[in-house]
């Protein structure tokens, strides 16, 4: 991608978000034509298209088949969204307590209904069709390229990989990815890559607790920064952090945050690529939810604004192809030949069947196909339990409506407390993760995060609305 | 096992070991019975059996079935045996240098000889039943224990494992063991669950330089213990090392120790983990090899006598039944459900498919038979390459006779640069893995570990050939 071309689509999206807000542009709404706009502002077609192409990932547009791009019906107020954190801005010790253990056993139940949980429903996956190919693979395998796995992974699985993000504008170098035992140990390796005991690193506010236990297994301290519940870290109190603080590296879900769901939109990602290649400060980007889109287009990651290398970029399978076969990987940018070795280190190589199970489905053709109807059952379950949790939670509750991804974020009125409420459910087998989890001081007491991955699943609708009615109660 | 029945057989077993020693009872000489010895001594069959059965896994005797046991012909005299280093009782910080990464890739490349490489010859691993397992575990799995994939492991093989270790004397309690990325990731778990940065730790003198990447990754210092090329550690030095230093944790392989191949016989076993239950340090013990042994019977872990949890067992399927897999697990007795819990944080949970596969392949019974035909050839194969080492390298050159794995250690005499070797050697698409690799401090500058676990493969052959005569030249 060419500089100039980013800021004149960008510009164009921009200005165009600005009317919709402004309510100049109404729901409903179609677009100037793209053909239209071509000739008004003297600017190519693949570039208004890039223009439509991002509003629509953010959920201002969408396009409707030989028709054009209409504003959206149905954008919910300002008012009803979750309140965006005000963090502390000072660094914390991360010490992620019994409570917060007991609290993540509590979602491994099998017998209970799991909307605390942070998987999928597991019959959207293609386990049958990754078995054969699994088996096939193997069968196929020289028994030498199997005691000779290597560190970097499957080099066919590699390609296959380095060719998908080629397609979505994100370049690979060869020593890119390093495939890991699910994006769990991928993002681990590339923060020990980047820090010593001791470090300050940069995490959303509320924050996926998982990078709350990677800091605090290494020994780090993090400072929280504001992040837009819709639109993802703000990128000006982030500079005015760096600019005061020594900061080690930024661990943030550019794309359908997790707890959050928020999506910056591709001008805010390049701009706090920008802003950390000029600080020379890390990007740890967990994108593990990028290719569930509610959108018609993947959402760039900030890998493909970055030019310098200091974005390590990490993603896997286990939310959108395979879970339980842990493949993951990173591309960690100037820092890849660090994590190569801290891989090696740590865990030699990733195990091999799934590596192959994973490329030989891939080779197969399949993935999209799946991916598309995964997507589409995913934003109808999203429509329907935003119905259930208007009709049957407290008024006001504020609720996420994020653009990809399975996770409501709810905020519930400040009398509810949602640890209660958590308990509360347990004794109805029903597990939510609670808004305590997400913070490294304990913040979020009245937000919930909700998996609603379940769909066409009828007791996941009812564990909804009782938990609702609870929350009515408590 | 009951205190004073250890004692008794252990009693035995040394009296017996001495007199072979001593020249008291003589090569190819038979044992007195056990019936003999059960009525001269008034002990029952069993105890005399066990001390019998100790004397064979350190090789001083060995049973000739419908015969009784005999005094080992063909032990080496001492003089040929490297001898044990001399440590320097320092903490040194750990720096895995640019040099030692450039060796071990050295030993991946796939046109060279690897006389370096850690892995016996693929040839020797059953792919196809494990393929066939797989495919048929995975198969058989409802897709919610797939999606469910637990961070202890499948429960499956837990259990098997559990079987397997009680057979051989070993009691594991409901949370062990842990499966693992890999017996690599167990160990580094493990060191995390006990230690914290800038913590001291022992190793064995050479050390798998595995440890020390371990040590250097979580900013650990070493301190090495004189370790005997045949019985291992030196208890007594490793005694006065701990009443003069804080210590946080041993990292220690008491079966066929990597590089040396030494096997510490079980009354060290015993007296190591008495000690440091007595100064209450953590022995992380790396078990990889155990069921590589040349004699009979098993040798039990340090973990057979660990009454109070203070060893933390870690072992893998990597050398003995499915490289690649990366199907490893620790056995972490106190600190199960720390290393549970560091195991969530830094990768969620092991890989499904391969621990299906090697617990399906356990299910059908043929785990045994493989071992015994991978054992008889990798028995075959030492002798093999210690009569091409006695031929063909310098006159002066020392070598250890391991009861197991697949390693030869060899002392060249002090002319010969071990470094400079390997260098000449790579010229002749060999790899070699000199001594510098398996020590913090770079000592072992003459010293050399050879992989003779390529047995029927006259390419290995034709290189320690070679290897020898460059030796003679270097």
Redesign the interface.
């Known amino acids: 991608m060419k500089n100039t071309q980013i800021k004149r689509y960008q510009q164009l999206a921009e200005e165009l978000a600005e009317g919709i807000q402004a309510g100049v542009l109404r729901p409903g709404e179609r677009l100037p034509s793209v053909r239209q706009t071509c000739v008004q502002r003297g600017m190519s077609p693949s570039t208004v298209f890039q223009a439509y192409g991002q509003l629509e990932s953010r959920g201002l547009v969408e396009a409707r088949a030989r028709s054009g791009f209409y504003v959206r019906a149905g954008r919910r107020a300002p008012r009803a969204v979750p309140q965006a954190a005000q963090p502390r801005d000072e660094a914390t010790p991360v010490a992620v307590s019994e409570l917060v253990?007991a609290l993540?056993d509590s979602t491994?139940d099998?017998d209970v209904i799991p909307l605390g949980s942070a998987?999928?429903?597991?019959?959207l996956?293609p386990?049958?069709a990754?078995?054969?190919s699994?088996?096939r693979a193997?069968?196929r395998?020289p028994?030498?390229r199997?005691?000779?796995?290597?560190t970097a992974g499957d080099e066919g699985l590699r390609q296959a990989l380095r060719r998908r993000y080629a397609l979505h504008g994100v370049p690979m170098a060869e020593n890119e990815p390093i495939i890991?035992?699910?994006a769990?140990?991928a993002l681990?390796l590339c923060l020990?890559a980047v820090t010593?005991?001791g470090d300050l690193v940069v995490v959303e506010s509320p924050t996926f607790y998982?990078a709350l236990?990677?800091l605090?297994?290494l020994?780090l301290n993090a400072v929280e920064v504001a992040t837009d519940p819709r639109d993802g870290v703000d990128v000006d109190a982030l500079g005015e952090l760096l600019s005061r603080q020594k900061v080690a590296a930024c661990w943030f879900m550019p794309s359908f945050q997790n707890p959050l769901g928020a999506l910056m939109p591709p001008a805010r990602k390049q701009a706090l690529v920008e802003l950390l290649a000029h600080h020379r400060v890390p990007l740890i980007e967990d994108d593990v939810y990028g290719e569930l889109h509610a959108g018609a287009r993947r959402p760039p990651p900030a890998k493909a604004f970055d030019r310098d290398g200091w974005v390590l970029h990490c993603s896997s399978f286990s939310k959108c192809l395979a879970?339980?076969?842990?493949?993951g990987w990173a591309a960690a940018g100037r820092f890849a030949p660090t994590v190569e070795?801290?891989k090696?280190?740590?865990?030699?190589?990733?195990?091999?069947?799934?590596q192959l199970?994973v490329a030989e489905y891939l080779a197969q053709g399949g993935y999209d196909r799946h991916l598309r109807g995964l997507r589409e059952a995913l934003a109808a379950q999203q429509q329907r339990a935003l119905r259930l949790v208007e009709r049957h939670f407290p008024t006001g509750t504020r609720v996420t409506r994020p653009l990809g991804g399975y996770f409501l974020w709810l905020e519930l009125p400040p009398p509810v407390d949602a640890l209660a409420l958590h308990h509360r459910a347990r004794e109805h087998a029903i597990s939510t993760a609670p808004g305590v989890l997400f913070s490294a001081d304990r913040r979020f007491t009245h937000h919930l995060r909700l998996n609603v991955g379940h769909p066409g699943d009828a007791r996941f609708d009812g564990a909804l609305r009782r938990l609702g009615e609870l929350a009515q109660g408590v």
Chains 1, 2 share one sequence.
């Not at 998987?119 to 019959?123: D, K, T």
């Not at 879970?323 to 493949?327: E, I, Q």
């Not at 090696?344 to 799934?354: I, N, Y």
């Open positions: 253990y993540l491994r099998t998987f999928p429903a597991s019959h996956f386990f049958d990754l078995a054969r699994g088996a193997m069968r395998l028994a030498t199997i005691t000779g796995a290597l890991t035992n699910g769990m140990e681990n020990q010593k005991p998982a236990h990677a605090e297994r020994h879970p339980g076969y842990r493949v070795r801290l090696m280190m740590s865990s030699l190589a990733t195990a091999l069947p799934p199970a």
